[in-house]
């Protein structure tokens, strides 16, 4: 391991960067199973908001054909 870097020793996922003091993950399969979790509830996130605008829409034109 590079000298930039000290093991923790309770977890060996992780590692201490000396010149910075951040706590790096280095255990690339939990990153990006953890970055494809984060994509997917954007994804919700985006679908929930598009679904609303739809229903927005709907209420919309019931409300004009109503009126007409």
Same mark, same amino acid.
């Given at each position: 391991m590079n000298n930039r870097f000290l093991r923790i020793e309770d977890n060996p996922d992780y590692v201490k960067d000396i010149e910075s003091n951040a706590i790096l993950n280095i255990? @690339?399969?939990a990153v990006a199973d953890y970055k494809a979790k984060k994509k997917q509830a954007a994804k919700?996130?985006?679908m929930e908001h598009e679904?609303?605008?739809l229903k927005?829409?709907?209420e919309k034109i019931k409300t004009h @054909?109503?009126?007409s």
């Open positions: 255990n @690339l399969a919700i996130i985006s679904i609303n605008m927005e829409e709907l @054909l109503n009126l």
